[in-house]
Nanobody, 125 residues
Framework: QVQLVESGGGLVQAGGSLRLSCAAS????????MGWFRQAPGKEREFVAA????????YYVDSMKGRLTISRDNAKNTVYLQSASPRPEDTAVYLC??????????????????WGQGTQVTVSS
């Protein structure tokens, strides 16, 4: 079992910067691919970014490419999501996820085994 706890959300001004953290605990001796998703009110959960367990591959949602950076610090068992120039439409609950399998669609919620509770991000205009 892996427990994931997100932090770093809150109220952000459009055009500012945002950095979210996801701390993992539990069976972190196993390696996991990590992902970030978001869910706005009344909308489905959608993929935002993912990072392979080796750190060599990254994946981003097309609508936010160029504004996002996903990274990890294995010594701290923490994954980060940085967003440059957030927009009001980026307002959502952001959730961290981990998957143990090396296979499956990076962009699908079904590929991930563990989820955090989420952190609210509100971008004001």
């Amino acid at each position: 079992q892996v427990q994931l706890v997100e932090s770093g959300g809150g109220l952000v001004q459009a055009g500012g910067s945002l950095r979210l953290s996801c701390a993992a605990s539990g069976r972190t001796g196993s390696t996991y691919d990590m992902g970030w998703f978001r869910q706005a009110p009344g909308k489905e959960r959608e993929f935002v970014a993912a990072l392979s367990r080796s750190g060599s591959s990254t994946y981003y949602v097309d609508s936010m490419k160029g504004r996002l950076t996903i990274s990890r610090d294995n010594a701290k068992n923490t994954v980060y999501l940085q967003s440059a120039s957030p927009r009001p439409e980026d307002t959502a609950v952001y959730l961290c996820a981990a998957r143990s399998s090396r296979f499956g669609n990076w962009y699908s919620t079904y590929a991930y085994d563990y989820w955090g509770q989420g952190t609210q991000v509100t971008v004001s205009s």
